[in-house]
């Protein structure tokens, strides 16, 4: 049953589109270990529904919004200090608008959400083996095939030291991997789960995959991860109802944080039984000498006096680093949050544009979810793991940034993409019930 729906979502449900569809689904699976062919194939993917659904595209207001703020981010660097740096900066926003806005059409069922699932969890299992031979065996080597087609770097004892980051560039970066593949093979699981005792390959593969990533995310190091993690884990039991389950997970996060930040008596109580490599990650005792440039803290305030100084057009795309060098000393790619990034870089206007479409996407997704009666109740549980997925991403941005690694800014403007497919889908359907 579950091989022969996940053999039918191959198939486009409009043949038209078949033809991007397998470029899609190639692309993603292939895009974990090479992100140029990866990336190529998507990039062919969006082209191609471009072109076929130029109309449809150009019609939609989430995508005239996105136009409207590319056109925003062009403007702002005729007013940055360093044009050239601040335009080569628009390459990590407006190309993805654009192909984020051509996969939108091609996403438009949740056979197809699920199927997008199914091939992230297949994709990361590489990435799960590279990570714990890098931890657990000393892997330490570096592969290059045709310059960028396969470029792997992979430093032993993880990156930085005793933190698991695989082939990514660093363990934050394979953090933000793992939880989002940790969110929707968990959606895939939760849909599946009461076929255990079929002893279904499929689903006993999935669990064992999902298990491997958790375990992986708590060897990133990586707190943001962390908090991501439980708090999905925490609105699936609260959208299934499982309240012993919420009980438990609540209490297990209430220990954490005890440990990690109650007062002496308490905190020590509780670290009797809490791991210090999570209480003192958490509350940074594991690094007491973190230098004060080094902080986010730091990073936040300095982003926010930018702001202040250049409010309408901020002092231009990739300026952060150079002026906090300049202020501070230290080498520092960016300030561990997008949002204050691009207020400090590109001004208010085009950050609270940015963000409105975000928050458009989020209530549309969220009406649809709870106040509409037009998803069928066996597709409502995938459909909110990919709410969930882009809430997390949104949650892990306040914290750090994703858009300067090619593989998470693809797969995130992917989902994104999925997910304002599926919306627009049903919002047709919904229109054309009431007519």
Sequence with gaps: MLGASLNKAFYH????????????QFGLLSFPISPFLG???????????????????????IHKGFAFLSILLLITTGFASHKLEAFLGLFNLVPF????????????????????????????????????????????FQVQFLWIVLDWTVAPGGLPPGRMAANFMHANTLAAYLVT???????????????????????????????????ALILTNSRNGWVIAISA?????????WRLIVAAVVSIASSFLLAAFA??????????????????????????????????????????????????TGSGLRSFSGLYKDKMQIDLGHPHNLFLMLSAETGLITTLLFCGLLAWIIIAASQLLWKSKSIEPENRLIFFSYLLTFIGWI???????????????????VFVAALCGVIYQYQSRLKLRDN
């Design 181 to 215: 593949i940790f969110i929707l093979g968990l959606g895939l699981w939760l849909e599946n789960y009461h076929k255990l005792k079929q002893k279904n390959r499929l689903i006993i593969f999935l669990t064992i995959t999902v298990f491997a990533n958790f375990i």
């Design 13 to 24: 449900p409009n043949p038209r589109l078949q033809t991007p569809w397998n470029f899609l």
């Design 395 to 413: 949650l892990f941005n306040t914290v750090d940034i994703t858009t300067f690694d090619i593989r998470l800014n693809t797969l995130s403007w």
């Design 233 to 241: 884990c925490l609105a699936y039991a609260l959208y299934k109802g």
């Design 97 to 140: 608008f654009l192909f984020f806005t051509g996969l939108t059409p091609l996403i438009q069922t949740p056979a197809q959400l699920r199927q997008i699932s199914w091939i992230m969890v297949f994709g990361s299992v590489p990435v799960l083996i590279i990570g714990f031979g890098q931890l657990f065996c000393g892997w330490n």
């Design 263 to 312: 007062p002496a008596p308490i905190a020590q109580f509780f670290r009797s039984f809490v791991p210090y490599v999570i209480w003192a990650r958490l509350n940074d005792d594991m690094y007491p000498d973190r230098p004060v440039a080094l902080m986010r803290k730091t990073q936040w305030q300095f982003a926010l006096n930018l702001t202040q100084q250049h409010p309408f």
């Design 39 to 61: 990336g190529i194939s998507i990039v062919v993917a969006s082209l191609l529904t471009w072109r076929k659904q130029y109309h449809i595209i150009s019609d939609r207001p």
